[in-house]
């Protein structure tokens, strides 16, 4: 694996394939994701993306920032798949550009606990930011695959 420090190697070797936690925001944190329009055009997407054998688990967009969990093979180019998610949802938003804050965050997930811990921060999202009073009732939530953690 060119241009990867040594240590991450390591981690994955205990991996068939690297689950990520990844998270990306819209440009001055503008409300402009949560509606059918965005959450559609983010599940097509990723439906098309298993055709490349890239599989996307448990997802939620909030009304300025998206968190999802993704899984790729070991060419998988993570920033160029956001790169591409990112243009896709931009289509059915209609405010003017720019929609997104450069960048996203990415996090390797390493054991169960953290994938558990990570998923049930994500899943409350919508209840601490006082938009649902349950979770389950937030509308722009998820799961396209199920991602079991290996």
């Known amino acids: ?7 991450i190697s390591l981690i994955f070797q205990k991996y068939d394939q690297p689950l990520y936690f990844v998270t990306f925001n819209t440009a001055k944190r503008a409300a402009i994701l949560a509606n059918e329009g965005v959450h559609h055009a983010f599940i097509e ?13 448990r997802y939620v967009i909030m009304p300025d920032h998206v968190h999802l969990f ?9 920033s160029q798949w956001v790169r ?9 938003i209609s405010s003017e550009p720019p929609h997104w804050q450069k960048g996203f ?3 390797l997930m390493r054991n169960d606990e953290s994938y558990s811990e990570k998923w049930n921060y994500v899943w ?3 209840v601490r930011a006082g938009l649902v009073v349950e979770s389950a009732l937030w509308p722009y939530q998820g799961e396209i695959v199920h991602l079991p953690y290996a």
């Open 70 to 78: 993704v899984r790729g093979p070991w060419d998988f180019e993570l």
């Open 84 to 92: 591409l998610l990112k243009r896709c949802l931009s289509i059915p």
């Open 1 to 7: 694996m060119p241009n990867r420090p040594p240590r």
């Open 105 to 107: 965050f990415d996090h």
């Open 45 to 57: 997407f990723c439906k098309k993306a298993e055709t490349s054998g890239i599989a996307v688990g």
């Open 124 to 126: 409350q999202n919508p």
